[in-house]
Nanobody, 126 residues
């Protein structure tokens, strides 16, 4: 059974930083494509950043110059370093995973995630 467990959320003043963690068990972490999503109260869930098995990153424009996704294969852990936080960043942050898909000659990450964590609350008071 694949499990994703987030931690590191909390309340931080505007301009501050937080680092979220997502520990993965039940599947070979090195073969998982990973991502972070967030959902603010009353809004739809929003994809914010993802990372491939080889470490290639992409991010939404709203966080591109402030948030950094990373992964530690030895610890089976995904991270989200969030800097210069703003009140609009207030949301429940959730990590997600999908096994890398491989054909005859190449592998790729789907954008449909199979596994989800329970989420961690990040609050940036205005």
């Amino acid at each position: 059974q694949v499990q994703l467990v987030e931690s590191g959320g909390g309340s931080v003043q505007a301009g501050g930083s937080l680092r979220l963690s997502c520990v993965v068990s039940g599947y070979a972490f090195s073969r998982l494509c990973m991502a972070w999503f967030r959902q603010a109260s009353g809004k739809q869930r929003e994809w914010i950043t993802k990372i491939t098995t080889s470490g290639t990153r992409s991010s939404a424009e709203s966080v591109r110059r402030r948030f950094v996704i990373s992964r530690d294969h030895g610890k089976a852990t995904l991270y989200l370093q969030m800097n210069n936080l703003k009140p609009d960043d207030t949301a429940v942050y959730t990590c997600a995973a999908v096994p890398e898909s491989c054909g005859d000659s190449f592998c790729y990450c789907r954008d449909e995630y199979d596994y989800w964590g329970q989420g961690t609350q990040v609050t940036v008071p205005s």
